[in-house]
């Protein structure tokens, strides 16, 4: 960075960011879209027929279908990644064809619960059977399956280096990363995509 464009970049302080920022004048309708998106994504059923009536403001999707996407994340929350994968495929069965990574990642939560449950034998015969095959045709994939079945080596896994993988927030995580498949099959924008807009809106009226 030359000494031209580093004297020539002006510095604001906290005081008159937060002064220039309340001057920013974003549109009702973006931010009443935004809102929706949100509970929309989250799967806020009741919240956004709620908000819909009072602001006007029409979800970019049925959402009678936010019903169906709902019970896919919260029987994987709850451990249940076959009953979830059930589901998908019931929503559509392209989701998973189309998607390997996201497919191995719910292998992958599989063999965790099976862990988590003590099923160790049943675990290890799964990682064999169904994780290793993955793992020879991609190395990302191999690493995961090997610091996973790496849990199967300690009396109490949950105490291990590899203890994260049992904590309820990789439940969260994998849920999390279906649930945008499934929102990206529907065509659904995302939250993050308008809350750029609308912060490029910002920052234009700011600086």
Known sequence: MGKGESSSRKLITKDDWMKKLNEVKVRKEDMNKLIMNFLVTEGYVDAAEKFQLESG??????LGTITDRVAVRRALQ???????IEKVNDLNPEILDMNPQLFFHLQQQRL??????????????????ELAPRGEENRVFLEEVERTVALLAF???????FGEFLDISQRQKTASELNAAIL???SHEKVTHL?????????FQVF
């Open 195 to 203: 809350l750029w807009k609308i912060l490029q809106i910002l920052s």
């Open 155 to 161: 009396e109490d896994p949950s105490t291990s280096p």
């Open 112 to 129: 965790i619960e099976l862990i988590r449950n003590g099923k160790l034998e049943e675990a290890l015969e799964f990682a064999q059977e």
């Open 184 to 186: 990206t099959s529907q």
């Open 78 to 84: 709850n451990g249940n990644v076959e009953d979830a």
């Open 57 to 62: 403001t029409e979800p970019d999707m049925d």
